[in-house]
């Protein structure tokens, strides 16, 4: 298969709508791919903490319209990255939402693991209680966001459910560039999956965005990083070589202790 990781630069020049024409855009240009992932909160912005509330939208707003249409246009799995949504109840969550070839919603994912140390995500938004897994004729996808990253019981959970490849949406601070280059190649290695994770560049907030968008094999290999810059970066994916790990390094069949994850769904 054939994945691209959209880098999309995310600064406070640019309008919400001015990003979604521009990621739509991207991702049409993607036809012939088969999974295309985008960073976390593009739309909205991941550091814009006093806009959230006026850029909410639901899983059927204007975020998931554009990207609705895109998937179909190219004819791919996208991974739209995550938006500001607001429940009917007005609790907002940090949302990953997963369209098939036809720009149907078939994953949706609310964050669990809120970042701010008492700011910012962690008071604004509610967490989510679901690990969510997506069959696909590509490969059991699974879920996870940005901060998600620094807690392997998530990873284990998705790997209990059968995840053979994992798509992570990023906004990670660009200051804790190798913690992000570590996590990203650990959490491959050690549930033996590929993992695509995109994290958007550029300066939003005040906070200056990662980049080095990352594409890593069952073995920990990277098979692809991206640099600073908003760019694209594709990789093609051998799905066989998830079973062929786990054959030829059976570690996974040695565990000994459980550790009790969110509800899975």
Not at 187 to 198: D, G, K, M, S, T
Request: glycine share 10%; hydrophobic share 45%.
């Amino acid at each position: 298969m054939r994945a691209s990781l959209i880098q999309l630069s995310v600064d406070d020049r640019d309008s919400a709508d001015e990003r979604r024409r521009r990621a739509a855009s991207l991702v049409r240009g993607r036809a012939g791919d088969d999974l295309v992932v985008l960073p976390e909160l593009w739309a909205a912005g991941a550091w814009a903490y006093d806009r959230w509330g006026h850029d909410a939208e639901g899983i059927d707003g204007p975020t998931a319209e554009a990207m609705s249409a895109a998937a179909r246009e190219a004819g791919v799995w996208l991974h739209a990255g995550s938006i500001v949504e607001r429940d009917t109840d007005g609790t907002l969550y940090n949302t990953a939402l997963l369209f098939d070839r036809s720009g149907e919603l078939r994953g949706l994912y609310r964050k669990i693991h809120r970042y701010g140390f008492d700011t910012g995500e962690a008071t604004l938004m509610g967490g989510g209680d679901a690990i969510v897994t997506v069959p696909t004729e590509l490969g059991v996808i699974g879920l996870a966001i940005c901060y998600d990253l620094r807690f392997p019981e998530l990873f284990r959970g998705l790997l209990d459910a059968g995840a053979e490849l994992i798509a992570i949406p990023a906004a990670w601070p660009a200051a804790r560039l190798t913690h992000w280059q570590l996590l990203t190649r650990t959490r491959a290695l050690e549930e033996q999956v590929f993992l695509l994770a995109c994290c958007a560049t550029g300066t939003h907030g005040g906070m200056r965005q990662n980049g080095h968008s990352v594409a890593v094999d069952p073995w920990g290999t990277v098979l692809g990083e991206a640099g600073t810059a908003e760019e694209t970066l594709t990789v093609d994916l051998d799905m066989g070589q998830v079973a062929l790990m786990r054959s030829e390094l059976p570690v996974l069949r040695d565990r000994v202790l459980a550790i009790e994850a969110p509800r899975r769904r």
